[in-house]
């Protein structure tokens, strides 16, 4: 069976993007959460937040696939 990455139905706060992505690499989602965190600030919100926003629309669903 092939792993892949999907948004998460159970690990979500806003969309599941970074729950599907700490289940990808089998980390804590909290772990995962708090780097986009301090990233999305020090990046001053824009590039993380548009790949955020991106990976939303590009990543399926957990359901979907």
Do not use: C, H, W
Not at 4 to 10: A, E, H, I, M
Not at 21 to 50: E, H, K, M, N, Q
């Amino acid at each position: 069976m092939s792993k892949k990455l999907t948004r998460s139905q159970k690990d979500r706060m806003v969309a599941g993007v970074l729950g599907g992505i700490a289940s990808y690499f089998r980390i804590d989602p909290t772990i995962v959460r708090l780097i986009f965190v301090i990233g999305l600030f020090l990046s001053l919100l824009f590039p993380l937040a548009f790949i955020y926003l991106a990976a939303i629309f590009i990543i399926p669903n957990e359901g979907e696939v």
